[in-house]
């Protein structure tokens, strides 16, 4: 298993659900998963979908500028950090974000997320 290979393909397809079935993202967290949106702490698969889905813009499109990842400990683990900008519908400028995902394998040989930590990047 290539990890950059893996988190490369894991952040085309969170940022193409994100972007265009947010609900469809449930599957990827599980009951100890844990977000941190903007400081704001979610745990569980149900509660992580609907802060998602509540969020105050219908559409975006996330433009991903740099993917790194690294090996997380004897479990099989890897954690990836994202940087990028996101355009919401109707707005002119995009903003900038960075995001890091603590993945966990699954005994079916795919990854959930167990963490989920996201933050606009004022400057």
Do not use: W
Not at 39 to 55: E, M, N, R
Not at 57 to 67: D, I, L
Request: charged letters at 15%; proline letters at 6%.
């Amino acid at each position: 298993m290539d990890p950059d290979a893996v988190a490369k393909a894991f952040v085309e397809h969170y940022y193409r659900t994100f972007d265009g079935n947010r609900p469809g993202l449930g599957g990827l967290y599980q009951d100890a998963s844990m977000l941190t949106f903007e400081g704001d702490k979610i745990q569980g698969a149900a509660a992580i979908v609907a802060k998602l889905t509540s969020l105050p813009f219908q559409q975006c499109v996330h433009a991903v500028s740099t993917v790194d990842c690294q090996p997380s400990g004897p479990g099989g683990g890897m954690l990836v950090f994202v940087s990028g900008s996101l355009q919401l519908a109707g707005e002119s400028h995009t903003l900038k974000f960075s995001q890091m995902f603590h993945l966990m394998p699954t005994p079916q040989g795919s990854f959930y997320v167990l963490n989920d930590i996201f933050r606009l990047n004022y400057a």
